[in-house]
């Protein structure tokens, strides 16, 4: 079994609506993240979560908002849905290392369509 | 401002031949690099790290070199495998902070 999973894996939608993306993790980590991909951006940062008390913006958190419902669990929401927010979205959770570094591991990613 | 950059989009080379990622980054307060590695339909998996306290790390067929005076870091791979055929982002990160990624490298290894 995949230690993130993301569901959906595909979601087609129109502007205006609102969204949930979710994200469960089996690694036992106490950071979890949510990016998303564009062609030529790379991996940007929408919001983090370093433990179930603590949400942080990232380098693109309009449009967007989260829940860290447990440990394990951090969703991502787009309360209302337009088009240039269509992309690769991964959820990603991290550990810290021995030198309070952080590695982090994906999960397989959501491909949103907002039409 | 985009402080970790990837300049090269793409790059072909040769089954057997030697691949060379190119990574640059602003901010000297990094101090600990990693590569990811991404397949289509795929998440990054993580491939190789190093701290700023040394200047290379080698796992198997990948090197990761850093030169802290350029402010540079590059990944190796030898020898290059069709299956190495993949995005290669490199990220950077301040102590327990979290990770600033580049725009990420499309190697194609040829047979």
């Known amino acids: 079994d995949a230690d993130v999973t993301q569901t959906p894996r595909n979601r087609i939608t129109k502007t205006g609506k609102r969204i949930m993306l979710e994200c469960s993790q089996t690694k036992g980590h106490d950071r979890m993240y949510w990016y998303r991909q564009d062609p030529g951006l790379g991996l940007r940062l929408i919001y983090y979560s370093f433990d179930v008390k603590d949400i942080n913006k990232g380098e693109i958190s309009d449009g967007y908002s989260v829940s860290r419902q447990a440990q394990a669990k951090f969703s991502l929401s787009l309360e209302s849905a337009i088009p240039n927010q269509t992309a690769l979205y991964f959820c990603?959770?991290?550990?810290?290392?021995?030198?309070?570094?952080?590695?982090?591991?994906f999960g397989p990613g959501t491909r949103l369509t907002v039409l | 401002d985009q402080q970790v950059k990837q300049n090269s989009p793409s790059l072909s080379v040769q089954e057997g031949r030697i691949s060379i990622l190119n990574c640059d980054y602003t901010?000297?307060?990094?101090?600990?690099f990693l590569w990811y590695k991404k397949y289509p339909a795929e998440g990054p998996t993580f491939l190789i790290s190093i701290s700023s306290i040394k200047d290379k790390n080698e796992d198997g067929r990948f090197t990761v070199f850093l030169n802290k005076s350029a402010k540079h870091l590059s990944l190796h791979i030898v020898p290059s495998q069709p299956g190495d055929s993949a995005v290669y982002f490199c990220a950077a990160s301040k102590y327990g902070s979290r990770l600033t990624f580049g725009e990420g490298t499309q190697l194609t290894v040829n047979p």
């Open positions: 990603a959770t991290g550990s810290t290392g021995t030198l309070l570094t952080d590695t982090q591991y």
């Open positions: 901010n000297s307060m990094f101090d600990y």
